[in-house]
């Protein structure tokens, strides 16, 4: 008997298109278990962008969301992008909040050895639905004490330290034993051998 895959939960996104986004594709999942969906370049076909090294450039998408409540759009870079070209996204990730009614527009920096250049209906970042948990702050006059404390940047160092082992009981009980130096400075003056191997006067 074959087991049917479950179906994975589904949000309905309203999106609208702009003038300048007639005829691109909408931005779609490229695989069946994709996190991101694609979202592409809505420049003019005759004006592409070309990004400079160390230069960056507001990219538009021309689309609109409408999110469900409760969730944000993380816009993030496309890894064959950065790994090929050094192209990412600036402030990554990007948020797109539920109530946000504007166009979504990418920020892409070019940290490459050459310059870059955006075509319209190039794939340009991907774009993820979350869940948003908002907070409710609560001023506090102590907060609970952690092993760490405020331990912050490198804290924790770079190279991965094995915890250290707790002692046994053998190990834990037993003392090492220091020789007496009564002993060892009587035996050194007193020895025979010692004073043949001295080397006589002149």
Request: aromatic share 2%; net charge positive; hydrophobic share 35%.
């Amino acid at each position: 008997m074959t087991k049917t895959k479950p179906r994975k939960p589904t949000r309905l996104v309203k999106i609208s298109r702009l003038p300048h986004g007639d005829g691109l594709p909408l931005p779609a999942y490229q695989s069946s278990d994709a996190a991101g969906m694609d979202l592409v370049a809505a420049v003019p076909a005759t004006s592409p962008i070309v990004l400079e090294r160390g230069a960056r450039a507001l990219v538009p998408t021309g689309l609109i969301f409408e999110l469900p409540p409760g969730t944000e759009a993380q816009v993030r870079p496309r890894s064959g992008l950065a790994a090929k070209h050094g192209v990412t996204v600036l402030n990554s990730p990007g948020t797109i909040d539920a109530d946000y009614r504007g166009e979504v527009s990418v920020i892409l920096i070019n940290h490459g050895d050459a310059a870059f250049t955006i075509q319209r209906g190039d794939r340009i970042a991907q774009m993820v639905l979350a869940p948003v948990t908002q907070a409710r702050l609560v001023a506090a006059t102590a907060l609970t004490l952690t092993a760490r404390g405020s331990g912050g940047f490198g804290s924790t160092g770079v190279a991965h330290t094995p915890a250290a082992s707790s002692p046994t009981k053998s190990t834990a009980k037993s003392k090492p034993v220091a020789p007496k130096r009564s002993n060892a400075k009587s035996a050194t003056l007193k020895s025979p051998a010692s004073k043949r191997s001295t080397p006589p006067k002149r």
